[in-house]
């Protein structure tokens, strides 16, 4: 039997970098929150064992670099269990792009195996699972809105974010995130942030957006703020890069402000654009 997931993207109202840590990571301060941008994951358990992945258009290492089969691996090994599992991807986040699709698939596999092999684990126990893959794996467990602290695992749940929608656009730009990392100038460390609060209005987000990374980006990749200053334009209320980028999202109060604005963007760039809103909830989404 085969059994379709969805893997949300994510993208981060805040990013700062805190200081380098001795093992080599940053500490970080983010605002995280996953929003309706999907990956589709089928699932099938087999009798052959060995972990099998197919992502269409996606050149993937099916025994090193793709992470999904590194989470069914390892959850598989973990379990003391000796089966197969075919994965199939159907990839809609861009990838390389600021918006965690590789982590979410990690997650997502990790939560669907969870269910569908009735293993019984604890999201606190997935996560633990999830940090080995990547720093990201155990916010699209934790399944809400977060401030992430420590290299992003550390996460604290963030309630009364205002209703808001988005608009993502993507330059066609793949950027390594550890290009990024590796470039950036730390001017001094800081420990005293704290996580925000927030009214129900939609300048309570506007007010936060922040990302310590957007400078090191945009300077070598221009397109950047060409999507920031079009999507000010179309009327967003406040824009920022998410994550390393090259994604930038525009933030809109209704969602018939943001289709329009998508609209016209489709019409005028041959940049990728994506209308969405927040999601929130635990476990796997079934699609």
Known sequence: MIKTYLAPAKINLCLHVLGKRADGYHDLAMLMQRVSLYDRISLRLSTESGVRVHCAGVSLDLDQENIAARAARGLLESAGLHIGVDIQIDKQIPV???????????????????????????????????????????????????????IGNVLQRVEDLPPTWYVLVNPG???????????LRLTSRRDDLKIPRFSRVL??????????????????????????????????????????????????????????????LQQESAWRVFVACPVSGQGPIIA
């Open 96 to 150: 390389a792009a600021g918006l965690g699709g590789g982590s979410s698939d990690a997650a997502t596999v990790l939560m669907a195996l969870n269910q569908m092999l009735d293993l019984k684990l604890s999201s606190q126990a997935l996560q633990a699972q999830g940090v080995k893959l990547g720093a990201d794996v155990p916010f699209f467990i934790f399944g809400h809105a977060a401030w992430a602290t420590g």
């Open 173 to 183: 730009v793949a950027v390594s995130t550890a290009w990024v990392y590796g470039n």
């Open 203 to 264: 300048d309570s987000v506007t007010e936060v957006l922040c990302n310590d990374l957007e400078e090191v980006t945009v300077i070598h990749h221009p397109q950047i703020d060409q999507v920031k200053r079009r999507l000010t334009a179309l009327g967003a209320a406040g824009v920022l890069m998410s994550g390393s980028g090259s994604t930038v999202f525009g933030v809109f109060a209704k969602e018939t402000e943001a289709i329009a604005a998508a609209e016209r």
